[in-house]
């Protein structure tokens, strides 16, 4: 969404973000997390992954637990921060 901070940006590199990045209205921003959070389709796969509303392919290795739970705990590291999941 646009907004007055664009303003204070050179046009020649707003032009080249709007260009890159298409800006949806707030009616699209919003469809893809109000279908994560009411399609009863999805329940049963509380992971996937949604872009434009749609279930998308992952790359299998996103998948493995073991290695989720390694970057989990170098992001503790990291950042001194402990969490439970």
């Known amino acids: 969404m646009k907004t007055e901070l664009w303003r204070h940006?050179?046009?020649?590199?707003r032009d080249q973000v709007f260009n890159?990045?298409?800006i949806k209205s707030i009616s699209q921003g919003?469809?893809?997390?109000?279908v994560a959070a009411l399609d009863?389709?999805?329940a049963?796969?509380?992971s996937a992954y949604l872009d434009d509303c749609q279930v998308q392919d992952v790359i299998?290795?996103?998948r493995?637990?073991?290695?989720?739970k390694e970057l989990w705990?170098?992001?503790?590291?990291?950042t001194g921060k402990s969490f439970t999941w």
């Open 20 to 22: 890159s990045f298409p």
């Open 9 to 13: 940006i050179p046009r020649d590199m």
């Open 40 to 42: 009863p389709d999805l």
């Open 64 to 68: 493995d637990e073991a290695k989720g």
């Open 44 to 46: 049963a796969n509380s």
């Open 30 to 34: 919003m469809a893809t997390p109000l």
């Open 60 to 62: 299998p290795w996103t």
């Open 73 to 78: 705990a170098l992001s503790e590291r990291l």
